[in-house]
Protein backbone atom coordinates (compact mmCIF):
# COMPACT_ATOMS: atom_id res chain seq x y z
CA UNK A 1 0.00 0.00 0.00
CA UNK A 2 0.94 3.54 -0.56
CA UNK A 3 1.58 5.96 1.66
CA UNK A 4 -0.35 8.02 3.21
CA UNK A 5 -0.04 11.30 4.49
CA UNK A 6 -1.96 11.92 7.68
CA UNK A 7 -2.90 16.06 7.89
CA UNK A 8 -5.27 18.08 10.27
CA UNK A 9 -7.03 21.19 9.68
CA UNK A 10 -7.61 24.10 12.72
CA UNK A 11 -8.91 26.82 11.10
CA UNK A 12 -12.52 25.48 9.25
CA UNK A 13 -13.29 29.16 7.89
CA UNK A 14 -11.56 31.00 5.12
CA UNK A 15 -8.43 29.76 4.53
CA UNK A 16 -8.64 26.66 5.90
CA UNK A 17 -12.00 25.26 3.82
CA UNK A 18 -10.36 26.16 0.25
CA UNK A 19 -7.23 24.32 1.99
CA UNK A 20 -9.57 21.11 2.92
CA UNK A 21 -11.27 21.01 -0.51
CA UNK A 22 -7.92 21.05 -1.99
CA UNK A 23 -6.91 18.22 -0.07
CA UNK A 24 -9.35 15.82 -0.16
CA UNK A 25 -9.02 15.45 -4.17
CA UNK A 26 -5.71 13.17 -3.17
CA UNK A 27 -5.97 9.85 -1.91
CA UNK A 28 -2.87 9.81 -0.23
CA UNK A 29 -4.08 12.37 1.71
CA UNK A 30 -5.49 11.44 5.25
CA UNK A 31 -7.79 14.02 6.64
CA UNK A 32 -7.26 13.39 10.68
CA UNK A 33 -9.58 15.83 11.15
CA UNK A 34 -10.79 19.43 11.69
CA UNK A 35 -11.03 21.98 14.37
CA UNK A 36 -12.83 25.06 14.15
CA UNK A 37 -14.32 27.38 17.44
CA UNK A 38 -17.54 27.89 15.14
CA UNK A 39 -19.51 24.35 14.67
CA UNK A 40 -20.96 25.60 11.90
CA UNK A 41 -17.97 26.71 10.02
CA UNK A 42 -17.51 25.34 6.64
CA UNK A 43 -14.40 23.95 6.64
CA UNK A 44 -16.62 21.81 10.00
CA UNK A 45 -19.59 20.99 7.36
CA UNK A 46 -17.81 19.39 4.80
CA UNK A 47 -15.49 17.45 7.03
CA UNK A 48 -18.27 16.06 9.22
CA UNK A 49 -20.33 15.25 6.09
CA UNK A 50 -17.67 13.14 4.80
CA UNK A 51 -17.59 11.13 8.13
CA UNK A 52 -14.32 13.14 9.50
CA UNK A 53 -13.75 14.14 12.98
CA UNK A 54 -14.11 17.36 13.99
CA UNK A 55 -14.14 19.59 17.20
CA UNK A 56 -14.49 22.82 18.58
CA UNK A 57 -11.61 22.49 20.53
CA UNK A 58 -8.51 22.58 18.82
CA UNK A 59 -6.49 21.00 21.44
CA UNK A 60 -8.41 17.40 21.44
CA UNK A 61 -7.65 17.63 17.48
CA UNK A 62 -3.69 17.90 18.52
CA UNK A 63 -3.90 15.07 21.14
CA UNK A 64 -3.93 12.88 18.41
CA UNK A 65 -0.68 13.26 18.33
CA UNK A 66 2.01 10.77 16.29
CA UNK A 67 -1.10 10.26 13.92
CA UNK A 68 -0.91 13.66 12.12
CA UNK A 69 2.11 14.72 10.16
CA UNK A 70 1.51 18.18 9.12
CA UNK A 71 -0.76 20.21 11.20
CA UNK A 72 -2.35 23.00 9.23
CA UNK A 73 -2.95 26.11 11.34
CA UNK A 74 -4.56 28.72 9.81
CA UNK A 75 -7.09 30.23 12.80
CA UNK A 76 -4.87 33.35 13.11
CA UNK A 77 -4.37 33.24 17.05
CA UNK A 78 -0.90 33.29 18.32
CA UNK A 79 -1.90 32.14 21.50
CA UNK A 80 -3.41 29.32 20.07
CA UNK A 81 -0.35 28.54 18.12
CA UNK A 82 1.94 28.72 21.20
CA UNK A 83 -0.65 26.35 22.50
CA UNK A 84 -0.21 23.63 20.32
CA UNK A 85 3.64 23.66 19.88
CA UNK A 86 4.07 23.57 23.99
CA UNK A 87 1.39 20.61 23.52
CA UNK A 88 3.61 18.77 21.24
CA UNK A 89 6.93 19.81 23.27
CA UNK A 90 4.94 17.79 26.50
CA UNK A 91 4.00 15.22 24.83
CA UNK A 92 7.60 14.39 23.10
CA UNK A 93 6.12 14.69 19.57
CA UNK A 94 8.82 15.62 17.22
CA UNK A 95 6.99 14.43 14.22
CA UNK A 96 4.24 16.77 13.82
CA UNK A 97 5.18 19.37 11.04
CA UNK A 98 3.10 22.72 11.75
CA UNK A 99 2.11 24.50 8.68
CA UNK A 100 1.80 28.08 8.69
CA UNK A 101 -0.66 30.69 7.31
CA UNK A 102 2.01 31.69 4.57
CA UNK A 103 2.63 28.56 3.39
CA UNK A 104 -1.09 27.14 3.30
CA UNK A 105 -1.79 30.17 0.77
CA UNK A 106 1.22 29.79 -1.18
CA UNK A 107 -0.60 25.84 -1.18
CA UNK A 108 -3.79 27.06 -1.94
CA UNK A 109 -2.49 29.45 -4.83
CA UNK A 110 -0.37 27.20 -6.80
CA UNK A 111 -3.11 24.39 -6.63
CA UNK A 112 -5.84 27.11 -8.09
CA UNK A 113 -3.55 27.94 -10.92
CA UNK A 114 -3.71 31.84 -9.06
CA UNK A 115 -1.63 34.36 -10.69
CA UNK A 116 -1.14 35.78 -7.47
CA UNK A 117 -1.02 34.95 -3.65
CA UNK A 118 -3.90 34.68 -2.41
CA UNK A 119 -4.89 37.63 0.47
CA UNK A 120 -3.95 36.57 4.37
CA UNK A 121 -6.95 37.18 6.56
CA UNK A 122 -4.66 36.91 9.74
CA UNK A 123 -2.13 39.77 8.29
CA UNK A 124 -1.17 39.76 12.00
CA UNK A 125 0.18 35.99 11.83
CA UNK A 126 3.41 36.36 10.54
CA UNK A 127 6.35 33.95 11.42
CA UNK A 128 6.36 30.75 13.60
CA UNK A 129 4.87 32.04 16.98
Do not use: W
Not at 9 to 17: I, N
Not at 115 to 125: A, F, G, K, M, S
Amino acid sequence: MADKIGVALVGGGRTGTPMLKELLKYPYINIIGVADLNPTAEGIKIAAERGIYTTSDPMALVGKGDAIDILIEVSGDKALKKAIKSAFAKSGNKKTIIMHDLIARLFISVCTHQQELIPTVHPEDIGIG
